[in-house]
């Protein structure tokens, strides 16, 4: 697992990442792979993500096209995938105020 302390996804730094939200929040991506067709998935673990605004990179198609409201004193467990070199992601809400 790589502990954030910044907002930038690492894609080579492997493929969980745990965030607590201090303050307010915009995550960006590194390392797409530019590899035809190569699935690159991930799982972010966010920590009180509902105390500030997370503002998330561009194309992710979230569950109904609505961004989930994040817990404010828990942890939420996102997944995140792209097919076509990050040109759209899929977001998905794993786990919500998970205990």
Avoid: C, H, M
């Amino acid at each position: 697992a790589q502990v954030l302390t910044g907002s930038i996804l690492d894609l080579n730094e492997g493929n969980l990442f745990i965030k607590s939200i201090i303050a307010n929040t915009t995550f960006t991506l590194t390392n797409i792979s530019t590899i035809p067709n190569v699935v690159q998935s991930f799982i972010l673990e966010i920590t009180n993500g509902g105390n500030f605004i997370v503002t998330w990179w561009n194309n992710i198609k979230w569950d109904s096209g609505e961004i989930p409201t994040l817990t404010e004193n828990g942890v939420d467990i996102l997944g995140f995938y792209t097919s076509d070199n990050g040109n759209t992601w899929r977001g998905v809400l794993l786990s919500k105020d998970s205990k």
